[in-house]
Structure formats: structure tokens, C-alpha cells
């Protein structure tokens, strides 16, 4: 079965400075249309998930531009230039081809 | 507003059956496939299935698969997660998706908890 690493699995962030969250796929993630299906999603406590990036770089509506996604083929990451307070939380990314994985997640906190 | 609203988790004993439903609104409904993911107690997120908007393509993790059934009635903006022969381990949040494209949730409900327990 295809898995998702993500690494580190926990981060301490300290305001206004940069947080990096890499993901790597034991599969290519590059479809036959051209596009790569790797998502990010954040979970903060206590809600739901709500994505954040989508096909690697694409920011969901209303995502703050500090958020940023990269990567290619098997080798994803996701950064936040400056960490703010309401960036607390899980951060997963997931494959968007079948079968749809989750990464483990990472915890970020403060 | 794009929203999804999860309903029908429940206490149910090992073995038995539940239906998750979960009503759309904001969108036009019958045009996009939806999911449902589960989210085990304190763990991370499990993708569980994905529907077509016209009900015709179905996609399942295979660890369910013959356990799980979705399904939608897109006369009610309804969508349908009947799960049978439960186990301990089904024990989750179960939040329904829109999947806009290839794993694209953009729109999340809060999620419905099913607990199986004798």
C-alpha cells in the first residue's frame, strides 16, 4: 500500500520565525493529466480539518499567503514564512490518488 | 456558504449496523463527488470513501470495502454512509467531505462520533 512520511512528526514554532513540514509519498504523485495530487490540510484543536494547499502550491481560498506549498513528485513540503499563534495544530498532508492516504501528521505547537 | 452537516452517530454493540447521513448546502449538489474520513480516537485521518455526483463512481479504502457502503439521493442533497458488522476499531469522528477534485476536501462538516462498544 502507498504511505505518506511526514517529517518531524512534532515541531516547537516560535513566533515570526519559519516552520518547514516535509512529506514524502513511496509512490509518484504525478497523474496522467500533468498535475500532482499532493494536499495539505491543518487540524487545529478541537475542530475539524480544513485544507490548506492543494496539487502541491495552490492555496485554498482565504489561506494566509505565509502559507506555502512545494515539491514534486514524491518529495513535498509545506512552509509557513512566519508562525503565528493560530497556526497551532496538526498538519497532515495527504495523496489525492487513490487510494487517498494521510500522512501520520505533524503537531505543531508553540 | 458551501457547507455539509454530518448526522447519526450513535453507541452501537460490536456487530452491528449504523447509517451515517450527511445533508449538503451552498452548492450545486448533484455535480460533485463527496467522502467521508474518520479520525479514530486521539489518532490521526483516515480516508474512508468517495461518490461520484452522479452516484455512478465509487471509491473505498480497501480495508472497508464489502463493510461500507455509501450512497447519495441527490433529490434530498443526501449523502449515505451505511456501516455494517462493526468493530471496536470503527470507533471514530466520521466527518463528511466535498471532494472537489482528486482529494481536494475543500468543504468539511463537524463530524458525527460513532462509538462501538458492548
Known amino acids: 500500500d502507498p504511505a505518506m512520511t511526514q517529517t518531524p512528526l512534532s515541531l516547537s514554532a516560535t513566533p515570526g520565525q519559519p516552520a518547514t513540514i516535509s512529506c514524502k509519498s513511496t509512490?509518484?504523485?504525478?497523474?496522467?493529466?500533468?498535475?500532482?495530487?499532493l494536499q495539505w490540510f491543518l487540524q487545529r484543536p478541537g475542530q475539524a480539518p480544513q485544507l490548506l494547499i492543494y496539487e502541491v502550491s495552490r492555496r485554498f481560498s482565504g489561506v494566509p499567503d505565509r502559507f506555502s506549498g512545494s515539491g514534486s513528485g514524491t518529495d513535498f513540503i509545506l512552509k509557513i514564512s512566519r508562525v503565528e499563534a493560530e497556526d497551532v495544530g496538526i498538519y497532515y498532508c495527504m495523496r489525492g490518488i487513490n487510494p487517498k492516504t494521510f500522512g501520520r501528521g505533524t503537531k505543531v505547537e508553540l | 456558504e458551501v457547507q455539509v452537516v454530518e448526522s447519526g452517530g450513535d453507541l452501537v454493540q460490536p456487530g452491528g449496523s449504523l447509517k451515517l447521513s450527511c445533508v449538503g448546502s451552498?452548492?450545486?449538489?448533484?455535480?460533485?463527488?463527496l467522502g467521508w474520513v474518520r479520525q479514530a480516537p486521539g489518532k490521526g485521518l483516515e480516508w474512508v470513501a468517495s461518490?461520484?455526483?452522479?452516484?455512478?463512481?465509487?471509491d473505498y479504502v480497501d480495508s472497508l470495502k464489502g463493510r461500507f457502503i455509501i450512497s447519495r439521493d441527490n433529490a434530498r442533497n443526501s449523502f449515505y454512509l451505511q456501516m455494517n458488522s462493526l468493530r471496536d476499531e470503527d470507533t471514530a469522528i466520521y466527518y463528511c467531505?466535498?471532494?472537489?477534485?482528486?482529494?481536494?476536501?475543500?468543504?468539511w462538516g463537524q463530524g458525527t462520533l460513532v462509538t462501538v462498544s458492548s
Open positions: 467531505v466535498r471532494d472537489v477534485a482528486f482529494g481536494r476536501f475543500d468543504s
Open positions: 451552498g452548492f450545486t449538489f448533484r455535480s460533485e463527488w
Open positions: 461518490l461520484s455526483g452522479d452516484g455512478r463512481r465509487i
Open positions: 509512490e509518484s504523485l504525478l497523474h496522467s493529466d500533468g498535475k500532482t495530487y
